[in-house]
C-alpha cells in the first residue's frame, strides 16, 4: 500500500517482497545485539517483520495491539489526492501536525501517543532491565517523536524510565550506529 500511495493505518496487508528483504537485512545487522525479547504490534506486516527477526535471533516474536498503527478510519486505502478532495480541512489539519484531529473518524494523534506509550510501558514492566526489540510503525513512533524520519527496517533507542526517544541511526541505515544504552528498548 505504501508503494501504491495508499494511507494504510490499521489494514492489514503482509509484507512486500521488498519489505521482507529490509526485515532479513535489519536482522542480520542486529544480529551481535543483547536482545532479551521481541515485541511487535500485532498487524500482519509487523508480525511478518517480528517473525524473520526472530528466525534468526533466536527469540520468540509475541504481539501487543497497542503497538498498531494509527487508525485512520475511512482514510484508510485511500490515496493522498483523494483524501485531500473528501477531507481538505481535515487533511490540511493533520498534516499541520493537529493532535486532536480526527483523520477519516479515527483516532486523534494525542489518543495514539497515549496509546503507544502504555504499550511500551507494559512492554518495559515485561522485561525489566532488559534490551527489548519493537516492531511498529511509523505513525506510532512518530507519536514519540514528532518529525522522526527513518528508513523502512531503521532503528532508535528508547529510554524506557520516561519513554523519550533518543534517536539513532540503525543497521539498517548508512550510518554508523552507536551501541545501545543499557536497559533500553529498541524501535
Known sequence: MNAAGLWQGQADPALSGRGRGQARKLAGALGGEDLSAL???DLAR???TAAILGQQLGLKASTHVGLREMDVGAWTGLPHAEIGRRWPEDLARFRAGDQDVR???GETRRELRLRVREALREVCADW???RVAVVT??????SLVP????????TFWLNPTNLSA???PGPASSAESAAPPEGRTLL
Open 39 to 41: 515485541v511487535a504490534s
Open 46 to 48: 509487523a508480525r511478518e
Open 103 to 105: 483523520p477519516g473518524g
Open 128 to 130: 525489566p532491565e532488559s
Open 137 to 142: 510503525h511509523m505513525g506510532a513512533l512518530r
Open 147 to 154: 518529525g522522526l524520519e527513518l528508513d523502512n527496517a531503521g
Open 166 to 168: 533518543v534517536a539513532q
